[in-house]
């Protein structure tokens, strides 16, 4: 009986500028098996301890967010790690920004990534990049910056990751990338200064136009 939801209960409280964070609550809800009652509880304990998730909520796959509220005493804990292993860091926006680093497999990763971004970088440069990238803290940091010497030929990936943290990101979702422009271009100043190149290369090398191929 404890297991039994209801979606018209979850939706009927919502208005209609708050349809899809319903429906990713009602998606949470079966995920986790938990009573609505209960879910809704946890729901809002954890949105008191993370109230920048609360505008994020629609976005949130909802096995995320059921993984979430699933313990918030656990949430709380390591949010609370999270501050004492990066004390010069915004929290929040690590937390807001990736909130599956809260949770298996990720949060496994996490000291061995805060550890990677020290070995490179200052107190004050890790909190920025944790801050403006969080995926760096559950991605392999030196993986990354090799490929991003591959790609960027004649820059300094510490350098330029630090510059530009979301090459993080380009690097994760094409780690086999290879952009090659005609005519001599810089493929490193273009890759730089509009990294969003990487998602044309995703729909189809002809979208970059002649030069450019995918490894």
Not at 8 to 30: I, Y
Not at 93 to 121: K, T
Not at 174 to 193: I, K
Request: hydrophobic share 50%.
């Amino acid at each position: 009986m404890g297991r039994v939801w209801r979606e018209d209960r979850v939706l009927a409280q919502l208005g209609g500028g708050h349809l899809q964070q319903g429906l990713v609550r009602s998606a949470a809800a079966r995920e986790s098996g938990l009573g609505y009652e209960e879910f809704d509880a946890r729901l809002q304990h954890l949105l008191a301890l993370m109230p920048f998730l609360t505008n994020r909520l629609p976005r949130l796959a909802p096995k995320l967010v059921a993984a979430l509220v699933a313990d918030p005493p656990t949430i709380a804990a390591r949010l609370v790690e999270l501050k004492r292993l990066l004390p010069a860091a915004d929290v929040a926006a690590i937390a807001g920004g990736r909130p599956s680093l809260l949770v298996p497999p990720e949060w496994e990763r996490l000291p061995a990534g805060v550890a990677a971004l020290q070995a490179r970088y200052s107190e004050e440069e890790v909190a920025r990049l944790a801050a403006a990238e969080p995926l760096l803290l559950a991605d392999d940091v030196e993986a990354v910056l090799a490929e991003l010497q591959r790609l960027l030929p004649g820059q300094r990936p510490v350098e330029a990751l630090l510059r530009q943290p979301s090459l993080a990101s380009s690097v994760s979702r094409l780690s086999h990338l290879s952009l090659w422009l005609a005519g001599g271009g810089d493929a490193a100043a273009v890759l730089l200064t509009n990294p969003s190149l990487v998602y044309s290369v995703q729909r189809g090398t002809g979208a970059l136009g002649p030069g450019a191929e995918f490894l």
